[in-house]
């Protein structure tokens, strides 16, 4: 898909498509972080994991990307702070990362990794 426009709007536009994708995906994703649940969390990451998928698929700019980063790391902390098992399974490799491997160090050491 080819978008053009400010990097900030192509990013709220991913995050509208993988928004679509799901059951009640922005509304279950409107309140601030700090007051969602687990669950509101999990599914917050995986929209922004998959907008974050379909703009990488796309060839987005490095600055489309690195807006979306940004909120997938701010949910990505949300969780690790409001669930028990999500670190572990980051510092044991069972989670997959949205743009690859190559980011595992980056969210092993957010989850509380030493190496």
Known sequence: MFIIGDPKDIAQTYMDLAYSRGPDGEERCKKPLSEMSEDELRDTITFHFMALRLA??????????????????????????ASDDFGPAVINGKVQFPLGPKYRKKYYLLAGGTR
């Open 56 to 81: 990488g698929r796309d060839g987005q700019t490095t600055e489309v990307l690195d807006i979306l980063i940004e909120g997938y790391d701010r949910a990505f902390v949300a969780l690790i702070e």
